[in-house]
Every structure is written in structure tokens, then in C-alpha cells.
């Protein structure tokens, strides 16, 4: 029998909800500071998520949207990589503000298994400093140390949808796919996380909540707490009305 020994989780969407009133306005705020007249509205947002990679989505807005504009200098992904550089700045800064809270049961689950001694990580697209600021204004400092690898951003040539990310995850803690279980919130995440074999919880959110995520084991309007039952959107849960431990070891 298969023992639960880990558990993986991304962090945009998932932990918090960090799209709308975080990378969104980010990307907004370094548009103006660079001069540009561009500004990405809640609805333009949705599609942009499509892809993700904060770089890759200006590159995508820019292919498909801006047509008409010719960026300054010669060098694109320079002009890009810079404006990227000030949107992170942006963001952490949100996040030290407090603008972004956990998402329900989030802190909750997280104090239960550190209990029982399983083993955490994180997987996720988002640039490695903004991961250190959602958990630092989050969780507490120490919380970086509760995760034994954060894979983010970069670190892996192709990011999600590829499995690469969760691939390099396993490979550092040594660990079998069928010994963990996932936690997403995207299709992107979701086409990520089973490709590298992961089971996977998805709480959906504004964004995604449409997303096909017939790949996932569980499909949850959030993880729950004791007072305030999750929905369950799709799969079994038996008879949980949030998600614990015994709920996590029966689903793997
Ligand atoms: C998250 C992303 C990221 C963030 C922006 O996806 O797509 O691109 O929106 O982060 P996932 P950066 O939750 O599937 O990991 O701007 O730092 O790239
Ligand atoms: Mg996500």
C-alpha cells in the first residue's frame, strides 16, 4: 500500500488569490511607471492567465493584442525582462502591504500535516522572491523553511502547462508521484501536475472555475474549514466536509 509522504502545492490561485488584486495590478502599476499606455482590465486578465509566466504573458498581450506597438530599443525580451523586473517589485510590495490574504483552510491543513510530519513543496510558475513575499506576509518568515524545495519561476526551461516543474520537485525530495498529492487551481496547473502522475486536489476561483479539470481527483469550491463545509464540484470525499489528513491519506 501506498503511504502519503508529501504534499505539493502551487501557489498562485492556490494559496491565495493572487491573480486579480495582485499580479494584475502589478502589471498595471509597471506599465505607468515605464510610460505605457497599457492597462489590463479584470476580464482582458482572465484570458492573458492563459499562459503563464509573468514575461511570457506581456510577450503573448503584445503578439496578440498589440499588434501596433514597437517597443523601445533593439532588444525585446531586455525591454520585457526589465518591465517584469518592475511589476515583481510592485507585487512584493502589495504582499508586504497585506493585500492578499490565504485562501480558506489554507493555514489550517498546513498546521495539521506539519503535525503528522508529512513532508511539503511548493511548485510554481510565479519568480522565487514572490513566493518568499506571500509566505513571509503570510505565514511568518520561518514558513520558508517549512517547505523543503521551492521550485518557482525560471528554474525550469518549460513552466506549466510542462510538467517540468513538478518533475524537478520529486526528483529533489526523492520521491515516487504516487507518494504525493498536488494542490492546484488552473487547467495550467492541472495539465502540469498529471503529467508528472501527481493526484490532484484543484480549489477553483474566479478565473478558473470554468476550466476543464477532468484530470483532477478533486474539485473543490475551497479546502473547507470545520465551521464552513467545502463544495465539492467533482470526485469523492466521502463524507469530509474540509480537508484534513484522513481525507488527503484516503484519496491517495
Ligand atoms: C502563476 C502564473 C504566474 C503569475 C505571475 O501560475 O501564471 O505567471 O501570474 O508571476 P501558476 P510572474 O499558479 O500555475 O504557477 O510574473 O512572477 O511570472
Ligand atoms: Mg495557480
Given at each position: ?6 504534499l ?29 499606455d ?6 482582458l486578465y ?21 499588434t ?11 525591454f ?36 503528522a ?12 522572491v514572490?513566493?518568499?513575499a ?11 523553511d ?18 517540468d ?6 526528483e ?9 498529492l ?15 502522475n ?5 480549489t ?6 470554468e ?21 465539492v464540484?467533482?470526485g469523492?470525499a466521502?463524507s469530509?466536509?474540509f ?9 491517495i
Amino acid at each position: 500500500m501506498t503511504t502519503l509522504q508529501a504534499l505539493i502545492f502551487d501557489v498562485d490561485g492556490t494559496l491565495a488569490d493572487t491573480e486579480r488584486d495582485g499580479h494584475r495590478v502589478a502589471f498595471n502599476l509597471a506599465f505607468a511607471e515605464a510610460g505605457l499606455d497599457w492597462e489590463w482590465s479584470e476580464a482582458l486578465y482572465g484570458e492573458l492567465l492563459t499562459v503563464t509566466g509573468g514575461k511570457e504573458r506581456i510577450r503573448f498581450y503584445l503578439d496578440k493584442y498589440r499588434t501596433d506597438v514597437e517597443l523601445p530599443g533593439t532588444d525585446d525580451a531586455a525591454f520585457i525582462a526589465e518591465l517584469h523586473k518592475t511589476k515583481t517589485k510592485h507585487y512584493t510590495q502589495l504582499l508586504e502591504k497585506g493585500a492578499i490574504p490565504l485562501r480558506q483552510g489554507v493555514r489550517r491543513l498546513l498546521d495539521e500535516v506539519r503535525e503528522a510530519g508529512l513532508r511539503l513543496a511548493i511548485a510554481t510558475t510565479t519568480t522565487p522572491v514572490n513566493v518568499e513575499a506571500l509566505l513571509t506576509h503570510t505565514l511568518g518568515a520561518e514558513s520558508m523553511d517549512w517547505f523543503e524545495v521551492i521550485a518557482a519561476g525560471d528554474i525550469v526551461p518549460a513552466k506549466k502547462p510542462a510538467s517540468d516543474i513538478y518533475d524537478y520537485t520529486l526528483e529533489k525530495m526523492g520521491l515516487a508521484a504516487e507518494e504525493c498529492l498536488a494542490f492546484e487551481d488552473s487547467l495550467n496547473g492541472i495539465l502540469s501536475s498529471s503529467a508528472a502522475n501527481l493526484k490532484t486536489i484543484v480549489t477553483v476561483n474566479g478565473y478558473t472555475k470554468e476550466d476543464d479539470f477532468s484530470k483532477a481527483t478533486l474539485v473543490l469550491d475551497n479546502l473547507g474549514e470545520p465551521d464552513k463545509p467545502f463544495v465539492v464540484l467533482a470526485g469523492d470525499a466521502g463524507s469530509a466536509s474540509f480537508v484534513n489528513l484522513d481525507l488527503l491519506k484516503a484519496l491517495i
